[in-house]
T-cell receptor, first 113, second 119 residues
Framework: AQSVTQPDIHITVSEGASLELRCNYSYGATPYLFWYVQSPGQGLQLLLKYFSGDTLVQGIKGFEAEFKRSQSSFNLRKPSVHWSDAAEYFCAVVPSGTYKYIFGTGTRLKVLA | GAVVSQHPSRVICKSGTSVKIECRSLDFQATTMFWYRQFPKQSLMLMATSNEGSKATYEQGVEKDKFLINHASLTLSTLTVTSAHPEDSSFYIC???????????????FGPGTRLTVT
C-alpha cells in the first residue's frame, strides 16, 4: 500500500547534538517531498521541499534533507540542535499525478538542556 | 508571501450548535483549499478539498452534511461544523495552494489552525 512512514515517534537529543529524522515513502514514481514543523497548538511551518534536481536540500533554521531515490527516503538533518527545535516534525509527500499531501505520522522531538 | 489565516483561533460552542471557521489566503489567489483535522498527538487527516466555485470533495468517512465547506471566492473558504458534538472537538487546519504553474501549485500553505471545543 502507498504510505509515508516516519519510523520514530519520539526522539530525544541533547542540545548541540546532531539530529536525523527519518522519512520513507512507498510510491512508484518520485513524489514531491516536504518537511514541516509544528509547535504545540500551532499550524505547520515549511522547513524545506524537494521537487527535482540537487538531492541535498537546504532549508530554514539550519535544516537540510537528502533525497535518496534508491532508498525511497527523504531524511531531515541538523548538525546542532537548539532547545527551540523541540516540536513535532511531519514529512509530507505529494505522489506523482496528484496534488494531495500524504502526511507521515510525525516525530516528536524533545531537546535536553 | 503566501500567508493563510484562520479565524477564529479558538472557539468553544455548546453541543448541538453550529460553528463556522474561516480560511483566507491573504496575498495570493487560492484555487484550491484543503481542510484537515488533527487529533492530539496525531498527524493531519485530510477531510476535504474545496475548489473555488464548485462543491467540495470529501474524503472517505467524512460526513459532508456535518462538515459543510464553501469556497465562494479565490481567497476564502469556510468550514461549518453543524450540530456539533463533543467528539467533533479537535484542531482544524486549512491550507491553500496557488493555481498550478510548474511546481508552485503543489505546495500547500497552512493556516495557524482553529481549536474547537464542544461542551
Amino acid at each position: 500500500a502507498q504510505s509515508v512512514t516516519q519510523p520514530d515517534i519520539h526522539i530525544t537529543v541533547s542540545e548541540g547534538a546532531s539530529l536525523e529524522l527519518r522519512c520513507n515513502y512507498s510510491y512508484g514514481a518520485t513524489p514531491y517531498l516536504f518537511w514541516y514543523v509544528q509547535s504545540p497548538g500551532q499550524g505547520l511551518q515549511l522547513l524545506l521541499k524537494y521537487f527535482s534536481g540537487d538531492t541535498l536540500v537546504q532549508g530554514i533554521k539550519g535544516f537540510e534533507a537528502e533525497f535518496k531515490r534508491s532508498q525511497s527516503s527523504f531524511n531531515l538533518r541538523k548538525p546542532s540542535v537548539h532547545w527551540s527545535d523541540a516540536a513535532e516534525y511531519f514529512c509530507a509527500v505529494v505522489p506523482s499525478g496528484t496534488y494531495k499531501y500524504i502526511f507521515g505520522t510525525g516525530t516528536r522531538l524533545k531537546v535536553l538542556a | 508571501g503566501a500567508v493563510v489565516s484562520q479565524h477564529p483561533s479558538r472557539v468553544i460552542c455548546k453541543s448541538g450548535t453550529s460553528v463556522k471557521i474561516e480560511c483566507r489566503s491573504l496575498d495570493f489567489q487560492a484555487t484550491t483549499m484543503f481542510w484537515y483535522r488533527q487529533f492530539p498527538k496525531q498527524s493531519l487527516m485530510l477531510m476535504a478539498t474545496s475548489n473555488e466555485g464548485s462543491k467540495a470533495t470529501y474524503e472517505q468517512g467524512v460526513e459532508k452534511d456535518k462538515f459543510l465547506i464553501n469556497h465562494a471566492s479565490l481567497t476564502l473558504s469556510t468550514l461549518t461544523v453543524t450540530s456539533a458534538h463533543p467528539e467533533d472537538s479537535s484542531f482544524y487546519i486549512c491550507s491553500a495552494r496557488e493555481p498550478p504553474q510548474g511546481t508552485s501549485g503543489y505546495e500547500q500553505y497552512f493556516g495557524p489552525g482553529t481549536r474547537l471545543t464542544v461542551t
